[in-house]
């Protein structure tokens, strides 16, 4: 039997039963919303709507340098909260023109929208939220989690109705443009403007304000640093917009889109000083409480110095790649701390190589022995007890009984012997058994107490390899020691923080500059120029170009585990580790002349650029004589032979009887620097 079609069903496509299923859909849905809302308005559980006083979000606290620059922030959610007022009016009619044009018309619902999407969304088959209104999209982020459900929906539609009903149009705009995510980790318009223009929202152009309204919508999509094409794109649909609703005239629009857009480049800052910043951090959380950091914006003023840090970090990172690439290593650390001698005040502080592998910070915490970056504290010991800078030390073998069946020989680490030398000669050319000859003259109880004097805490051995930097201590503690002898004798307090301050501009603390009478100032002199004779002849001498002023001291441990320098001006003292975290031979003949005073040298050349070139002021008590340095003895005046040395008043050697000894500069190779 034939089947016949009805002459009058149409044939093709049915879309006309299409059209009543999506009707009846739609129907059914809009009906079931509507019942929804209601029961959820009576029986739901909301949070409360104050007012914009209960603002609080987490906010961003800045860290300032010791030049008033901000260095970094400290955050949750990257956030400068600015008013209402202080934002131009040609940004916040970008945003509305791009994201809610009828903000000003509706009650916080656009129905129209929701209707409009609701067909969309039957017809796409999924879930659309372009009708969000500007006031959904602040109730969105200040209450409701970011989950995409039906019920989540209905919530923020009776929000958004309800804190219309509570705030002002103005109020709801300063709360939307203070909380959006605009990527680069910046939440709101200043942060944002600051991220990609380094300047604040005040500042920004026509052209610059419809850039961020282009990112509200997909800040990574249109993100300008990655996408300069989609974020142009998206720029151009902003200012179409205003223009389309009248916020802004056609030709003004595209003036504005042919604007020269000048992005600020990234920081990298935060990388280069991550463990400076980290130390404060955890500084201001232990203080002051998390809860407290992060939403007070502090102020806080430090004692970095940013053009510093920047030569610290590039010394560091650079100097052990150069060593792992020479020699294949892996995992070499290294680390630098730069302290003002004046003040305490930290200057730059580079804790490892990376920070995101590890933040242990080497600077502050690590103790490893210092080598023979510890015998300026022995001779200035001596200098205390009356030597003076030609008083002569054996250089000869010597031994002495550990216990009944052992004994110790220390030894020199190219294996010679230079006899009798001056005190000069014997530090710069590092010469392990005249120190350790000079601490048993003293005794180790007096180097200790020299050393404690100078600030070392950690704990000291009593006995005599601590001549040769046995026992371990911090490159903090050495800088603050070495500070102490540039210091003409003060020792400083070292200190990180000059000032925090809260929102408001209250001063919650403020760190005042301590420095003590620790030595006498002449032996602090007498030691700086022990030191100085180390760059110029000794171990220390391939940074000699830098400055004749300079002083410090090179320091290499037993198996060349690790490698100090320390040292610098009266205004500047630095020092650098540079070792494996677990103590490993850095391998042959790598000493701290190779290994760390490269890295002190290329730090010293840039922070000489910002510092003045200045001698070390000599006390009242010292005066200077002509003397030969190899007989200890003065020469007569007029004499063009020896060198002119300082000495304690009443210390001045008598002059010799016979001709000029041999001359001041190094007699036997360049001296050894092993522990």
Same mark, same amino acid.
């Given at each position: ?111 129209f ?62 709360? &939307? ?7 680069? !980790?910046?939440? $709101?318009?200043? %942060? #944002?403007?600051?991220? @990609?223009?380094? *300047? ?26 990655g ?9 151009? &649909? ?7 609703? !009248?916020?802004? $005239?056609?030709? %003004? #629009?595209?003036?504005? @889109?042919?604007? *020269? ?34 939403r007070?914006? &502090?102020?806080i ?8 840090q ?10 052990? *790649? ?88 220390p ?97 919650l603390?403020?760190t ?25 002849t ?14 410090g ?30 103590p ?35 006390p ?6 002509r ?49």
């Open positions: 039997m034939s089947r016949y079609l009805d002459p009058g069903e149409p044939a093709g496509f049915p879309w006309r039963k299409l059209l009543l299923i999506v009707f009846v859909a739609g129907l059914c849905f809009v009906l079931g919303a509507g019942a929804g809302l209601v029961l959820l308005a009576n029986f739901g559980d909301f949070p409360p709507i104050a007012s914009v006083a209960a603002y609080r979000p987490s906010v961003t606290s800045k860290i300032f340098d010791r030049n008033n620059r901000v260095v970094g922030e400290i955050y949750l959610e990257k956030r400068n909260v600015v008013p209402f007022k202080t934002i131009p009016p040609h940004v916040v009619n970008a945003f509305v023109a791009a994201e809610d044009a009828n903000f000003y018309k509706h009650r916080g619902v656009d129905y929208a929701i209707v409009r999407a609701i067909f969309k969304d039957v017809l796409s088959g999924g879930y659309s939220q372009g009708a969000s209104t500007i006031t959904q999209q602040t109730v969105k982020s200040l209450f409701l989690t970011p989950e995409k459900s039906i019920g989540r929906k209905l919530k923020e539609l009776i929000l958004a109705y309800r804190i219309e009903k509570k705030l002002t149009k103005e109020e709801i705009l300063y709360l &939307y443009l203070n909380q959006i995510y605009l990527g680069d !980790g910046a939440y $709101g318009v200043e %942060a #944002a403007a600051q991220t @990609y223009f380094s *300047r604040g929202v005040s500042t920004l152009t026509v052209a610059e304000g419809a850039l961020l309204a282009g990112l509200a919508q997909a800040p990574s999509r249109y993100s300008p640093r996408h300069i094409d989609k974020a142009k794109a998206r720029q151009r &649909y902003v200012l179409r917009r205003m223009a389309e609703v !009248g916020f802004l $005239g056609k030709d %003004a #629009a595209e003036r504005a @889109y042919g604007a *020269r857009l000048a992005l600020a480049p990234p920081s990298t800052f935060k990388s280069k000083a991550a463990y400076f910043l980290e130390y404060v951090r955890n500084y201001l959380q232990e203080k002051y409480g998390t809860e407290a950091m992060y007070n914006e &502090y102020k003023y430090t004692t970095i110095d940013g053009r510093l920047e030569a610290a970090y590039d010394a560091v990172t650079q100097g052990v *790649r150069r060593m792992e690439e020479a020699n294949r290593y892996k995992g070499l650390q290294g680390a630098l701390l730069c302290m003002d001698p004046g003040t305490g005040g930290i200057l730059a502080m580079v804790g490892g190589v990376d920070f995101a592998a590890s933040q242990f910070n080497r600077a502050l915490q690590a103790r490893r022995q210092p080598g023979s970056a510890f015998k300026p504290i022995v001779y200035a010991a001596a200098l205390d007890k009356g030597k003076t800078v030609v008083s002569t030390i054996d250089d000869s073998p010597i031994e002495f009984s550990r216990n009944e069946t052992e004994m110790w020989k030894k020199n680490y190219d294996g010679t012997f230079l006899g009798p030398i001056p005190l000069l000669e014997a530090l710069a050319k590092s010469r392990n058994l005249a120190t350790v000859r000079l601490l048993n003259e003293i005794g180790v109880d007096t180097a200790i107490r020299m050393a404690r004097d100078l600030g070392i805490q950690s704990p000291i051995e009593r006995n005599l390899s601590i001549a040769l930097g046995s026992s371990g201590v911090t490159p903090l503690e050495m800088v603050t020691a070495y500070s102490t002898f540039a210091g003409g004798g003060q020792r400083p307090t070292p200190f990180f923080i000059r000032e925090v301050q809260d929102g408001q501009g209250n001063v603390e403020r005042d500059p301590k420095v003590v009478p620790a030595i006498s100032p002449e032996t602090a002199y007498l030691t700086i120029r022990l030191m100085q004779e180390v760059l110029r000794g171990t220390g001498a391939s940074a000699k170009g830098l400055s004749p002023n300079l002083a001291k090179t320091g290499t441990t037993n198996e060349n585990t690790d490698a100090w320098f320390i040292g610098g001006s009266p205004d500047l003292i630095a020092g650098v580790w540079v070792g494996f975290d677990t490993t031979s850095l391998g042959g003949r790598q000493t701290a002349a190779s290994v760390a005073l490269p890295i002190w040298t290329q730090f010293f050349g840039r922070a000489l650029g910002d510092v003045p070139d200045r001698e070390f002021p000599a009242a008590g010292i005066t200077f004589a003397v030969d340095p190899a007989t200890g003895k003065a020469l007569p005046p007029g004499s063009g032979e020896g060198m002119v040395l300082p000495f304690k008043l009443g210390t001045v050697p008598e002059a010799g009887g016979g001709p000029a000894g041999k001359p001041a500069s190094p007699r036997r190779g360049m001296g050894d620097d092993l522990l």
